[in-house]
């Protein structure tokens, strides 16, 4: 019988076994190489362990089945390296993307030194108006426990002189339970604001010296009162609202 160029007899009988070394060698040198393309000798192999063991009938549908194995790896590789090039492209756009939004985005300024004693006066203001301070006061001097303490301010508002404030407050000491609009000085500990009094004298109430600091919602210091003095505390609410 005629043989073809390649040495195979038309019936591709005898191609088979060499068809099958030649397999097998492309797979072993696939595995044998570092970053070989995988995805190429997959329908190989799968074509390798199907025709493997099985009569020698319709090696012509062998032969095209190999060729539609070796097609698909081909066209798999092509996939995959397509897709690699589109995420490389997509992230690529990110990138630029993220980096003109850096680039547009304007730099912060640092805060002048109007614009944070503008900042810290409100934050102060805001925490004291329509407050309730409660805690307790102590005597220096007396073991007794410490007594109850509160203070109700309706409002603070900042004078154009020095460090003065006025605060609008209701104060209950002792027996006494009286509003009066008060000018006291704030000094200011970096961003802490402390009420200091330094022998001030309040309508009916007498001569009175303190020293309060307050920090969120506490309030903590010490005051004086004549020849009395001692330490006070507590917490900063909202006032409730009156019920109509």
Avoid at 83 to 104: E, F, H, P, Y
Avoid at 122 to 128: A, D, G, I, M, V
Avoid at 138 to 155: D, K, L, N, V
Wanted: aromatic share 8%; hydrophobic share 35%.
């Amino acid at each position: 019988m005629p043989r073809s160029a390649s040495g195979c007899q038309p019936s591709g009988y005898e191609c088979l076994p060499s068809l099958f070394q030649t397999v097998d060698a492309i797979i072993s040198s696939s595995k044998q190489t570092p970053g070989a393309n995988r995805l190429f000798t997959k329908p190989l192999s799968a074509w390798r362990y199907s025709n493997t063991g099985l009569s020698r009938r319709n090696p012509q549908n062998r032969l095209w089945s190999f060729l539609l194995a070796l097609t698909l790896g081909q066209a798999e590789s092509h996939r995959v390296h397509a897709n690699l090039i589109r995420g490389g492209l997509t992230v690529a756009a990110l990138i630029v993307g993220l980096a003109k939004v850096c680039a547009d985005e304007p730099a912060t300024k640092p805060e002048t030194a109007e614009a944070r004693q503008a900042r810290l006066f409100k934050k102060f203001e805001t925490t004291l108006t329509n407050a309730v301070l409660t805690g307790q006061f102590t005597i220096t001097g007396q073991e007794a426990p410490p007594r109850t303490e509160s203070y109700t301010i309706h409002s603070v508002r900042k004078m154009a002189r020095g460090d003065l404030w006025v605060f609008t407050a209701r104060i209950k000491y002792g027996k006494r339970d009286v509003t009066l609009p008060l000018p006291i000085p704030v000094k200011w500990a970096g961003d802490t604001p402390v009420i200091s009094l330094d022998n001030l004298t309040f309508p009916g109430l007498g001569t009175f010296s303190a020293h309060v600091v307050i920090d969120g919602d506490k309030y903590a210091g010490t005051w004086t009162h004549g020849k009395a003095s001692g330490h006070m505390f507590g917490t900063i609410a909202p006032a409730k609202p009156k019920s109509e």
